[in-house]
């Protein structure tokens, strides 16, 4: 993944993936707005979305991390 810039913007449980719902762990930001994914669709667009993307916030190796 090319390098990208740093995000201010923080994942909680309450966002939600735009593709089916579920907790969401990365931030995809465009120019045009920001999509949010969970773990499953995330890697299934990944190279898609590291094309275009001006920068990602990626938080999976949160998934099943115990608070």
């Given at each position: 993944m090319s390098s990208l810039l740093i995000?201010?913007?923080?994942?909680n449980v309450s966002d939600r993936c735009?593709?089916?719902?579920?907790?969401?762990?990365v931030i995809a930001e465009f120019?045009?707005?920001?999509?949010?994914f969970c773990g499953h669709h995330f890697n299934k667009f990944e190279k898609k979305i590291a094309?275009?993307?001006i920068n990602?916030?990626?938080?999976?190796?949160?998934?099943?991390?115990?608070?």
């Open positions: 995000s201010k913007r923080e994942l735009d593709s089916c719902g579920a907790q969401a762990f120019t045009s707005g920001d999509l949010l094309k275009t993307a990602i916030v990626d938080s999976r190796k949160t998934i099943n991390a115990k608070p």
